[in-house]
């Protein structure tokens, strides 16, 4: 349906002329319009049309048009119809002139073979030169372009009255069933707008991509990009999948994340912090980015640790001394009062601390010796040193060493380490002491 023109064509419609054949039907008009049936023709009047058409527009034409048919009208009522000439002239054909100006829009441009088409102005019309009455066409049709500025026309009309005569309304609607042709008395110009227009889609150049910039000009022609790079796209010089100009670090891999660069690693240890457990202090990846723990805190990494659980000595390769400790046991002794087993409380914080070394090396047993002064008899002597003794090991059994590790045993005035001569060396002398075995 698309007929093919020069690009400078304008497509509204030349000053053109034309005639028409068309048929006016009343009867249809009264049905529609329900008006009186009653002495309307019952056949189409036919009549001719000239008319002047004229492009307003691509879309816009202004139509003038002068009609002349015969038909039949009654006086008394104002209907045109048939009627017998039993009552005079008034069954006779008279002439019907209609004028109109009208004013059709186009869907399509007269580019197009065919195009359809809606129409409305004003009109009037006379009846054998004595009636007079204003109109409000309406209609529409298809206007057919066989060639560059002549078309045919299919149109249908409905002329609507505007006057009321008599009892009965004279608005005389009828519709007009029409075909023309017209041809042009002038041919339109391509304007300078036109010629310009042709002369610009003549010098358009290629642009394969179609990013705007021709391929004279464009460095990557087949794929978009932008002027900024000369036609091809923003780099990626990383090959990361994000564009320089969004890339934190163009040159080095990575995430949009973190802005085109990679996972960092704040603590320089090789383990990205998304992997590392301790981000800001240097570590390893077994520990998953921690440092080797120092379970004990000795200050001995658990990896170089002989006892890991224990706090020991670089020296002794994170082990405790034992020796060392167990001497501060066996420096540990408990005095008791003159003839008394029962330990006191300053006895029994040194004998907590005894414990703590006990339970640090599970294979050491003690020997627990008790003491007396020299006041009393030899056997009264050794009884109370053995209860002195007995005592020390039930404590240490009731906080928690087992009795096996511990052998208690009396040795009376026996073994002095003071002067037994005055009051303050034998209250040195009646005492418990603790001799460590590996």
């Known amino acids: 349906m698309l007929k093919s023109f020069s690009q400078g064509d304008t497509y509204k419609k030349a000053p053109s002329v034309g005639g028409s054949l068309f048929e006016k039907d009343f009867p249809t008009a009264v049905k529609l319009f329900k008006l009186s049936p009653w002495g309307w023709n019952k056949e189409l009047a036919l009549g001719g049309n000239g008319f002047y058409i004229k492009g307003l527009s691509n879309h816009f034409d202004f139509v003038a048009s002068l009609g002349v048919c015969d038909t039949k009208y009654k006086k008394s009522s104002g209907y045109f119809y048939y009627h017998s000439p039993e009552n005079g002239d008034d069954g006779y054909a008279k002439l019907l002139i209609d004028a109109k100006a009208l004013v059709n829009y186009k869907l399509f441009t007269d580019r197009f073979l065919v195009s359809p088409y809606v129409t409305s102005g004003v009109g009037i019309s006379l009846y054998n030169g004595i009636y007079l009455l204003p109109t409000i066409p309406l209609g529409g049709g298809f206007q057919i372009n066989p060639t560059r500025n002549t078309s045919i026309y299919l149109q249908t009309l409905l002329d609507l009255g505007?006057?009321?005569?008599?009892?009965q309304s004279a608005t005389k609607e009828n519709f007009n069933y029409s075909i023309g042709y017209s041809f042009p008395i002038s041919i339109l110009k391509k304007t300078k707008k036109s010629k310009a227009s042709s002369i610009a889609i003549d010098t358009i150049e290629k642009d394969t991509d179609g990013d705007a910039i021709p391929d004279s000009k464009d460095s990557c022609p087949t794929v978009k990009g932008t002027a900024k790079y000369h036609g091809c796209p923003i780099p990626d010089t990383d090959g990361d999948g994000i564009n320089n100009e969004e890339d934190s670090c163009p040159t080095v891999k990575g995430i949009t994340k973190y802005h085109g660069c990679p996972i960092p690693d704040s603590d320089g240890d090789g383990i990205n912090d998304e992997e590392d457990s301790c981000p800001t202090v240097k570590g390893i990846a077994k520990y998953h980015g921690c440092p080797i723990p120092d379970s004990d805190g000795d200050g001995i990494n658990d990896e170089e640790d002989s006892c890991?659980?224990?706090?020991?000595?670089?020296?002794?390769?994170?082990?405790?001394?034992?020796?060392?400790?167990?001497?501060?046991?066996?420096?540990?002794?408990?005095?008791f009062g003159f003839g008394k087993i029962v330990i006191t409380d300053d006895a029994k914080i040194s004998l907590d601390s005894v414990v703590n070394v006990l339970n640090k090396f599970p294979d050491v047993t003690v020997e627990i010796r008790g003491y007396t002064d020299n006041i009393g008899g030899i056997e009264i002597n050794k009884a109370i040193s053995q209860k002195r003794a007995d005592a020390v090991k039930k404590y240490l059994i009731s906080k928690g060493i087992n009795a096996d590790r511990l052998e208690a045993i009396g040795y009376g005035k026996a073994n002095p380490i003071a002067n037994n001569k005055t009051e303050e060396g034998r209250a040195q002398n009646r005492r418990v002491e603790l001799h460590a075995k590996q």
């Open 162 to 167: 505007l006057i009321k005569t008599g009892t």
């Open 308 to 335: 890991p659980h224990l706090v020991g000595l670089l020296s002794n390769h994170g082990c405790p001394d034992t020796k060392l400790e167990l001497k501060e046991v066996e420096k540990k002794k408990s005095y």
